[in-house]
């Protein structure tokens, strides 16, 4: 099972919005997936409520903060077939929760929006994270997400520094766009909507498929070349 950690310690990063487009886009490529949400709000988890019977199966799993007369350890259930599982940290992570979030990671996809408040709360949180000693002693793998860019900013300069000095990965930027949310509220993601609905929202997101999957160098293929999405098709 390989394990995926969306976390940015900064709320409104758009870590719902990631994890959910991930599963569906693992599941509709028949890998067993799950999500586990962390979050109170369970947000990914009203989504996956929302999703028709004929779309890709995803598991869902509540690991949120314990409530009375709720026990969390059978909430927390993954089935023993899944091969993807992504979990949707809440916003303000820390301590023994983030402790055991990054106990079961393999991976970390943190998205950042492109306020410079935003940019320097993840700078800080990323190092926090390296601090840790998880991400060495685990060898954990770890990039970044601009998400919710505006074609007006396209470049997070002072982000990339930061990402160049500690040798971390801009895996993707993913323009603000109203598909997302037209998606999720249809329990969709935006690989199985109409053909035509999302293919630069389609393209903008491969590349952090690809770095989940390990796929990544495989994509080095020719210009011109075309892969199949859902219902997409895209150049």
């Known amino acids: ?16 919005t990631i994890t959910i487009n991930l599963a569906s886009y693992l599941a509709a ?7 586990m ?17 004929h779309l890709p199966r995803i ?22 077939d899944t091969q993807q599982l992504i979990i949707d ?17 393999d991976c970390i996809v943190i998205p950042v929006t492109p306020s410079s408040i935003d940019i320097h709360a993840t700078a800080h949180f990323i190092k926090d994270l390296l601090l840790s000693g998880l991400i060495r002693t685990r060898n954990i793998r770890m990039a970044v997400v601009a998400n919710r860019v505006r074609r007006s900013m396209p470049v997070y300069q002072p982000l990339e520094r930061f990402l160049n000095a500690l040798n971390l990965n801009l895996i993707a930027r993913v323009l603000d766009s109203d598909v997302f949310l037209k998606a999720a ?51």
């Open 37 to 53: 949400d962390y979050d109170p709000q369970g947000s990914s988890l009203h989504w996956l409520k929302s999703r028709a019977s």
């Open 185 to 235: 509220e249809t329990g969709m993601g935006i690989f199985e909507m109409g053909a035509g609905f999302s293919v630069a929202e389609c393209r903008q997101f491969m590349p952090i498929a690809d770095w989940v999957t390990g796929q990544a160098a495989k994509r080095s293929a020719p210009p011109g070349n075309v892969y199949h999405f859902g219902q997409n098709r895209i150049a």
């Open 89 to 105: 940290a809440p916003g303000g992570a820390s301590g023994v929760l983030l402790q055991e979030m990054l106990c079961r990671a």
């Open 1 to 16: 099972m390989n394990t995926t950690l969306v976390i940015n310690r900064k709320g409104g990063a758009g870590k719902t």
């Open 59 to 80: 598991h869902g799993s509540n690991a949120a903060p314990e409530k009375f007369g709720h026990l969390r350890s059978f909430g927390m259930y993954v089935p023993r």
């Open 29 to 35: 490529s028949n890998l067993v997936t799950t999500i």
